[in-house]
C-alpha cells in the first residue's frame, strides 16, 4: 500500500472537504461490501467505514487495492466498535416456522436489502440492522439482537486487522465504557490516524449541552491517552438518510453543536443524502461528512444486477462505469469546500 495516498486525508478534514462511506456497522455481505468499498474509494471519498470483523475488513480491503492499483487512490479504512447497546450494531430476526401461511409478508417488501426472502427468515449476513421489517410484522414476531463485540476483545482483533482508523460509538453516561474501549483499543499497539467519537441527540432525548457535556468528557479522555478525534454528529440514525426531514436533522444537530462541541472536526452522519448540502448556513464549521444508507441504495441496483451476471461489479465494466457516476454525483459536490 502506498502510504502518501493516505496523508492527504487529513488535508481534507483541516479543509472540510472530508468525506466517508458507511458501509454498517452489521454489514457482513461480503461481495457487495468489496464492490461498495471500491465504487466510493474510487469516487474519491476519503475514509471507508466497516463493520469492526476480520473477513469484512478482507473484503473492503480487496476492493480497495482493486482500486489503489486501477485508480491511484486509497482511502482510511476505518472500524466502527461500540462502548455498549447502540442500534448500529443490531440484526433483525423471526422464526419463519411460525409465520402463518397467509401472511403477504410485508417484511420481505420493506427490506432493502433482501435478507428476507420467500419463505426465509432473515438472512444474518445480508441484515444491517435498519430495523424496517420490525414494525411491519402484524404479528410482531421481529425480534432484534445485538451484533456487539466485547470491548475487552477490542484490541485482539485491531491488532490483526490493522486499520487506520477507528469509530466508538457511544451514548450518553457511557464515559468509563467509553475509556474502557479506548484502553482495549490502544492495547492493540496499532497507530491509529484517528479516533472517531459518534453520539447524536435524537435518539437519546437529552439537551445539547448535555450532549456537549458528554462530548468534552470524551475529548478529555481522547487526550488523556494522546488520540485525535472526529466528532462524528449523528443526526438521525438509522433513518433510511431519504428525503429533506433527515437532511435538516442532520443540518439541526450541526448548528446546535458547532459553537460548543470540543476542540476537532466535526462530521456529520445519519440522515446525511444529496439533499443536505443545500441546507448548510455559511461558516457552518463543518470539516465533514459521511453517507451510509443513501450510498449503499444508489449502488444497490448495480450490484443485484452483477450478481445476476455472475460477476463483481468491478468484473463488470459497463455496470462498473455507470455505478461510479452515480457514486460521483453524491460525492463531487463535496469534494470543495465551496458549501
Ligand atoms: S429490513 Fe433491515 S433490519 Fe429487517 S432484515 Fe432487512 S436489513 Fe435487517
Ligand atoms: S410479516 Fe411477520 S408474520 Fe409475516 S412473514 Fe414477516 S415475520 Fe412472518
Redesign the pocket.
Known sequence: MDQSLLHSHEVALRQGSWIKFICGASNEDLPSISDLCAVYAAAGVNCIDVAADYAVVAAAREGLDWVEANHGLRPWLMISVTDGKDIHFRKAF?D?KI??KE?K????KVCPTNA?TKNSGVLNDLCYGCGR?IP????K??NEKNNTLKIEDFGDLISRIKPDAVEIHTSPGRINEFENSLKSILKSKVTLRRIAVSCGLEIHGISKYKLSQELWSRHECLRRYKQKPIWQLDGRPMSSDIGISTAKAAISLLEKMHSIAPPGPLQLAGGTNSQTIHYLSPNNGLAGIAFGGIARKLIQPFLIEAKAKNKKLIEWPEGWDKALEVAKGLINPWLSNNY
Do not use: K, S
Request: charged fraction near 10%.
Open positions: 423471526f419463519p409465520c402463518p401472511c409478508r410485508p417484511c420481505e428476507i421489517c411491519v410484522c402484524p404479528l414476531l421481529i
